[in-house]
């Protein structure tokens, strides 16, 4: 239970000097949208002293015990095992063959062995939360029997909150975080404890090491050049201020390797064109996701190496304009979902009731803001707010693909279907609800589906809104999704 606040404590007039201690000491940014939070984690923390004691005391001499007890108040994120499963089938079925292909080339031969490896594959969970993407990452490489080929390789999971961090170190699961997790991948990677809890492996356990770190600030030994091969960091660039912002991509892209891949949140794109040439970054696409790859050496002898021929079709280089992590302005802390206030989706000002759609769509601005930052039951709320008659179709339409864009997000896929078939049919011109049917049709193997979804969504795109993919469209443009449409459609050939 949330300890209230004294009453003669104006909590509301502290939050400012909150958001700067955040901002200095620890890289995030939370706007007016969050004073709720906000205002829970400064009662909570604070403890018995008055919040504007405890203030007064971190600005003066904050001590880390502080800091880390504001950072797992503020930075509990919601995930689960295999979340957006196709970017860890993407890692597997594209990347790895031609990781270890590359390897086999190059390593030294040892007599009476098939070969030795210069070095072990190394992935990072950056932001991993209390592990359950750090041990799927884990998992994934296994599924790969990399070390049946002789690879070696560990998987590093870093987080600035040391609570997450503990929880993912016991590594005890109950049914939520495993409700993406088909029962026979169960059987086969978990151990139940109790009949309320599983846990890895300890052969997968063993491959995976915690830290506390923040990606937001510099440190030259770990964030040296080529140290990681894959690197997942997803929804965690978004709740950082302009300046740790700009760190946190520097240290991502700089620590990646030569032909190396990185994996963002959905939401979340590299938006400047200078950011992903001066870090050779070139974006790619396979199993229904984008992703960032460094590129090789002009030579391509570098680890891990060439592409695989499903992977490189359709290169494409990094979009220019999304709603998302824009790192070359910073404008993600001034907005974390990388737009500004009130941009809108639907050319309109108001429907034939009356009803102000400005309004209308500062809501859905805010619900997707929400559920971008991982406040997903308050997302809904304001989604269901919009799905009324007295809203325009077209809006309706959007509350609803975004509400199955949040089941999506909390491994609830037939609810997400459900919700993107209803946006569909209450906007017939909208695209984006029927990629997202046509690649969780590819999900499940419905060949036939998946083709009709992917090529109704490429009709559909030549005449969508541009707003409208700037709000909806992940951070990718037009082209980029049509690519997406096509090579879904190419792979999902009956």
Not at 292 to 316: D, K, M, Q, V
Request: contains cysteine.
């Amino acid at each position: 239970m949330t300890r209230a606040a004294p009453a003669d404590v104006d909590i509301p007039a502290l939050l400012p000097r909150l958001r700067a201690l955040l901002a200095a000491r620890l890289g995030l940014h939370f706007d007016e949208r969050q004073d709720d939070r906000l205002t829970a984690a400064l009662t909570r923390v604070a403890g018995p002293v008055s919040p504007a004691r405890f203030l007064d005391q971190m600005e003066l001499a904050p001590t880390r015990a502080r800091l880390d007890a504001l950072a797992a108040e503020l930075t509990v994120g919601e995930t689960f095992f295999f979340r957006h499963a196709e970017q860890f089938d993407a890692l597997r079925f594209d990347l790895l063959p031609s990781m270890v292909r590359g390897l086999s080339e190059s390593a030294p031969t040892v007599p009476g062995q098939p070969g030795a490896p210069g070095r072990r594959l190394r992935a990072l969970s950056a932001g991993c939360a209390s592990g359950e993407e750090a041990y799927t990452l884990a998992i994934t490489l296994h599924r790969a029997g990399l070390q049946a080929q002789g690879v070696d390789w560990e998987v590093l999971a870093v987080d600035l909150n040391p609570a997450a961090l503990t929880r993912a170190t016991a590594a005890r699961y109950g049914e939520w975080s495993l409700r993406a997790t088909p029962q026979d991948q169960r059987d086969l990677w978990f151990h139940r404890v109790d009949p309320g809890a599983w846990t890895p492996l300890p052969a997968i356990r063993e491959r995976v090491r915690f830290a506390q770190r923040h990606l937001g600030q510099p440190d030259a030994m770990f964030w040296a050049p080529g140290s990681f091969d894959i690197i997942f960091c997803r929804n965690v660039l978004i709740y950082f201020e302009p300046g740790a912002l700009r760190q946190a991509i520097r240290n991502l892209t700089g620590a990646l390797a030569p032909g190396g891949a990185l994996f963002l949140g959905h939401a979340e794109t590299l938006r400047g064109k200078d950011v992903a040439t001066e870090a050779g970054l070139v974006l790619r696409q396979a199993h229904g996701c984008f992703f960032y790859r460094r590129e090789l050496p002009e030579n391509g002898r570098a680890w891990p190496f060439a592409w695989s021929a499903t992977a490189t079709a359709g290169a494409g280089d990094v979009p220019s304009a999304g709603p998302s992590v824009d790192v070359s302005a910073g404008a993600a802390a001034a907005s974390p979902a990388g737009r500004p206030a009130g941009t809108t989706g639907v050319e309109t000002s108001s429907d034939a009731t009356g009803t102000d759609a400005g309004a209308d769509q500062a809501l859905l601005d805010e619900a997707l803001h929400l559920i971008e930052a991982g406040q997903v039951e308050e997302g809904l709320l304001a989604c269901a707010r919009l799905i009324t008659p007295g809203t325009p179709a077209a809006l309706q339409a959007e509350g609803l693909f975004l509400h199955g864009l949040a089941m999506e997000e909390r491994g609830q896929l037939p609810a997400a279907e459900w919700h993107h078939q209803r946006a569909a049919a209450k906007d017939a011109s909208f695209a984006l609800p029927h990629l997202r049917l046509g690649l969780l049709a590819r999900r499940r193997g419905e060949v036939i589906a998946a083709h009709r979804e992917l090529r109704r969504a490429l009709e559909l795109l030549d005449e969508e809104s541009t707003e409208r993919l700037r709000r909806f469209g992940g951070g990718f443009d037009r082209d980029d999704l049509r690519r997406l449409c096509r090579d879904e459609m190419q792979e999902t050939r009956a």
